[in-house]
């Protein structure tokens, strides 16, 4: 089983914790949905291109029933949805019926059940070790304990089991695919302004207070660690599968 380690960058308390922990769990987003990006446009521009979408295949049909079943959920009739398109898939549906947060739910599903998703396969193959430090990113201390957890992951890695072969492939295909696309986040952008604004104005002029506890915070940490660190890894063979293509288109 995985023994995700705590996260032990996050040393300060009370308040002053909380808010550490929730610019890591920002930090970690950004840097999820950034690499993601990166690593479909080097793909898409190198000897590959969109045909690697066929080898992340599954990622792609979990990212667009993710859209659907959230489509469902949320009361939007599916007009149409493609899984095997050229540029991936592709969900069409009428407006949600719940008012400005049914669009941001759908445009983001594919991240919350890839995560889920990830979190799930992580535990069955049994990776551990995987801690993100990311208050010090310059400090060299801290490089060197990227560059370690890097290393974890291969050794935590079966590579003569066919199982564990096919779950990291399974893992690997939701990380580059679950990350919401341009579409999605135009789709979304007016709900979650509106949503963001609300957010707002409620803690501006009430008591009321959207801080999540910490321990929910960490949990949620603990999972987008080893994603954004397998993501790093995605990215450093993107980046060699590209400059091999710059080889061979001279």
């Excluded at 995560?115 to 995987?130: D, E, N, S």
Aim: proline share 4%; charged share 10%; with cysteine.
């Amino acid at each position: 089983m995985t023994n995700l380690m705590g996260l032990g960058y996050l040393n300060l308390d009370g308040m002053s914790k909380t808010l550490d922990s929730y610019s890591n769990s920002i930090f970690l987003i950004i840097l999820i949905v950034t690499l993601s990006f990166l690593i479909d446009l080097l793909l898409a521009n190198s000897v590959i291109g969109r045909r690697y979408r066929i080898f992340v295949a599954p990622g792609v049909i979990i990212h667009e029933f993710s859209h659907a079943i959230f489509c469902i959920l949320t009361g939007a009739r599916i007009r149409k949805m493609a899984l095997f398109e050229a540029n991936g898939g592709y969900v069409e549906h009428n407006p949600s019926k719940i008012p400005i947060i049914g669009q941001a739910l759908i445009s983001f599903a594919p991240f919350v059940i890839g995560l889920g998703a990830i979190f799930i396969l992580i535990r069955l193959i049994g990776i551990h070790g995987l801690d993100l430090p990311i208050d010090k990113a310059t400090d060299i201390k801290a490089l060197s304990n990227l560059s370690t957890n890097i290393l974890n992951i291969f050794k935590s890695i079966n590579f003569t089991s066919p199982k564990e072969i096919f779950f990291i492939y399974l893992i690997l295909s939701i990380c580059v695919t679950m990350t919401p696309s341009w579409q999605d986040l135009a789709n979304a952008f007016f709900s979650l302004i509106l949503i963001l604004a609300a957010i707002f104005a409620i803690s501006k002029f009430s008591n009321f207070s959207f801080v999540l506890p910490l321990s929910l915070l960490d949990k949620i940490n603990a999972i987008l660690s080893p994603v954004a660190l397998l993501l790093i890894l995605c990215f450093l063979f993107s980046i060699i599968i590209y400059v091999i293509s710059l080889l061979f288109k001279k």
